[in-house]
């Protein structure tokens, strides 16, 4: 690989990532729920909301980047701790997307239904942009995979594991500091159920033109 291919990789990953976390912040707007990945961040940040969304994102993000650590150990690669910069990257772009769509309302259901589903499709195109980018993981992904590789489960179903124990652990989260359910709505099994489908279809739709692009010469 070209040092010009790998940068122009690695500005995919940053164009995926600013999407990922547009959909993110479309789908916390929207009031209904967000991913099953962003949803302990969610809780979180509604209690304790002197940080920020982004910020609480970045903190689950090095939580699940010490897990790798733990996980691997001396398996652990260190390209890995890129991860790093990027969960500050995303939370960043969670913020400015928060910012971004402050002005939508969050008290007309049809509105809030509007923004979960467009924050699910603008994150399943930021993630298929990251996936054809094929350089370094999201530190929820690469953490799916350190289970898997570790535990030799298919890491299909390890996924599965992961996002419904995130979205378990929001829940229970959300009695513990509000005594009922908070955050944690039918936004999340929107973005739990269509996300991945969603990814599929948007890596059909620009997988080859993308990997032209990245391989292309100028």
């Known amino acids: 690989m070209t040092k010009k291919e790998l940068l122009k990789r690695y500005v995919l990953l940053v164009i995926g990532l600013f999407l990922s976390a547009l959909g993110v912040a479309a789908a916390k707007q929207g009031g209904l729920g967000v991913s099953p990945i962003s949803s302990v961040a969610n809780i979180v940040s509604i209690k304790l909301d002197f940080f920020t969304m982004g910020t609480w994102l970045i903190i689950w993000n090095c939580v699940l980047i010490v897990g790798q650590i733990i ?11 890129l991860q790093v910069p990027l ?11 928060m910012w971004c769509v402050s002005a939508v309302p969050q008290d007309i259901y049809p509105v809030q239904l509007l923004m979960t ?8 195109f930021g993630i ?12 929820g992904e690469a953490f799916v995979k350190a289970v898997s590789d570790k ?32 955050g944690t709505r039918e936004g999340t099994v929107i973005a739990a159920v269509c996300t991945g489908f969603a990814v599929k279809l948007f890596q ?7 990997e032209k692009l990245l391989k292309e010469k100028s």
Not at 71 to 81: G, H, S, T, W, Y
Not at 117 to 124: K, N, P, Q, R, S
Not at 151 to 179: A, E, Q, R
């Open 71 to 81: 996980i691997l150990r001396k398996d652990f690669k260190l390209i890995q701790l």
């Open 128 to 139: 298929s942009l990251a996936v054809a980018a094929n350089v370094i993981m999201n530190s």
């Open 87 to 97: 969960s500050f990257v995303f939370g960043w772009f969670t913020d400015f997307g």
């Open 151 to 182: 535990t030799h489960k298919s890491f299909g179903n390890v996924k599965v594991i992961f996002d419904i124990s995130c979205v378990v652990l929001s829940v229970i989260l959300s009695f513990i500091f509000f005594g009922e359910l908070v």
């Open 204 to 210: 059909k739709l620009v997988g080859k033109p993308v």
């Open 117 to 124: 589903v467009l924050g699910t499709l603008i994150l399943a």
